[in-house]
């Protein structure tokens, strides 16, 4: 378990979203109720930093308006700096989602067009300030999908950051919905963004979609050759991580991890679930786990192990972001009760 050696001055970028859930395990609008939470990869692993004891900033922007308050507020509630959320025109990012049941899958609709966060033009953002003194930048895939704006944002930010020093963690997280329409510059943006990253969360697949990769099928022969062949291409990069999922349905799952580096490929798992309460922001937990641990000097066998017991502990939460705490991973593996 880290030891919390290194306390990070770490930065997110990209939207916050409002996520409107139908209650239990009733499919969308069934009834008259929604349950709300305020979510997006990004914020979620800040939230996940913050809980272990980092300092996180949210680099985002927000709506003028009450429902941008709330998310304010609940942002600061998860002990993130605010200070460069940015309000303005616009609307709040919303996504309805609906629990799966039996063999009933899980249901997302987003309805984020026009939000004030894929309105603001890439000149709009302080790089400077708004990184001034952080050690780490977490970036996704998500943000260049929104459009060119936030494209060229993330990538200014990630320049930025890696110009003063910065570590550069950058989530692949393809969503070919987003995408649609700009399909075809998608991998050249993408590119871009992992060439200035020193840790990549990314498939065999999602690499496919950079560079010119023959797949097999057999998933962690895929992923060593794809690593491999990115450490070529691009020279910043030290660890590639991946996550796998075995489903025996909506509330039992199996989760392993693979990480690749100069050096090497490790593997970590599995991590049997019964009972699942949250999927959504698990992989958003693995990453701060990580972020964590290799942070503080962790060997990568020992971080790859720590970052999926939290995305283990992180589906015994609802809700988007993780409260994972060190003693949490302890416990977990003691088979005792998470304190709370």
Not at 1 to 25: H, I, Q, Y
Not at 81 to 96: A, E, I, K, P, Q
Not at 188 to 199: P, R
Request: net charge negative; aromatic share 6%; charged share 20%.
């Amino acid at each position: 378990m880290s030891d919390m050696k290194t306390r990070l001055n770490a930065a997110v970028f990209g939207e916050v979203m409002l996520r409107l859930s139908a209650p239990g395990r009733e499919p969308l609008l069934r009834s008259a109720r929604l349950e709300t939470w305020f979510g997006g990869a990004e914020a979620n692993v800040a939230a996940g930093l913050a809980a272990l004891g980092h300092s996180a900033r949210v680099i985002t922007a927000l709506p003028d308006n009450a429902i941008g308050d709330a998310c304010l507020g609940e942002l600061r509630r998860s002990g993130l700096d605010t200070t460069h959320v940015v309000r303005s025109n616009g609307r709040m990012g919303l996504y309805f989602h609906a629990s799966g049941a039996m063999q009933r899958p899980a249901e997302i609709v987003y309805d984020r067009a026009h939000s004030a966060f894929s309105l603001m033009p890439h000149e709009g953002w302080n790089w400077d300030a708004a990184l001034d003194g952080v050690d780490w930048l977490h970036l996704s895939g998500i943000t260049p999908a929104l459009g060119a704006a936030p494209a060229r944002a993330a990538l200014d930010a990630a320049q930025r950051a890696r110009e003063q020093g910065a570590k550069v963690s950058f989530d692949f997280n393809f969503r070919p919905m987003l995408w649609q329409g700009r399909e075809a510059e998608a991998g050249a943006i993408l590119g871009e963004l992992v060439a200035q990253a020193t840790l990549l969360f990314s498939s065999a697949g999602d690499l496919a979609r950079i560079m010119p990769l023959e797949l097999t099928g057999r998933r962690e022969a895929d992923f060593d050759s794809s690593a491999k062949a990115a450490f070529a291409r691009f020279a910043g990069l030290e660890c590639i991580v991946t996550t796998f999922r075995q489903s025996r349905g909506t509330l039992e799952q199996t989760l392993e991890a693979r990480l690749a580096s100069r050096d090497g490929v490790i593997a970590a798992g599995p991590e049997t679930l019964a009972g699942i309460v949250e999927r959504i922001g698990g992989g958003d937990a693995f990453a701060a786990g990580l972020i964590d641990a290799l942070a503080s000097g962790t060997d990568h066998q020992t971080a790859l192990t720590d970052a999926l017991t939290i995305m283990a502990v992180k589906h015994s939460i609802p809700g988007d972001q993780c409260t994972v705490r060190h003693s949490d991973i302890a416990a977990w593996r003691e088979g005792s009760d998470l304190k709370r």
